[in-house]
């Protein structure tokens, strides 16, 4: 196994997921004091595993057509175009 790529992938996922949406409507669920917060912890959990897995799948998928470094450029440029049109909406 390779711990650095793990390690890699973990930090860069739980770094984009702080303070995110699917983050805030977390917070949002387990704020009620009706709901248990046990099943709001498994309800999450579950649902970040499988859009996980439907973006393993997209990407292993993808890559037997589309060569890894151009997904990973056209990524980067994704991120970008998010950033500046974040930074210029009004």
Do not use: C
């Not at 669920?29 to 046990?38: G, H, L, V």
């Amino acid at each position: 196994m390779d711990f650095k790529v793990m390690a890699s992938v973990f930090i860069t996922i739980f770094l984009a997921e702080l303070g995110d949406k699917t983050q805030l409507a977390t917070v949002l669920y387990a704020s009620d004091r009706e709901i248990n917060k046990f099943l709001v912890f498994i309800a999450a959990s579950l649902a970040l595993v499988a859009t996980s897995a439907i973006g393993v799948f997209a990407g292993h998928v993808l890559s037997q057509y589309i060569n890894p470094e151009y997904i990973e450029k056209i990524a980067a440029l994704g991120f970008v175009a998010i950033g500046i049109w974040m930074f210029f909406k009004p």
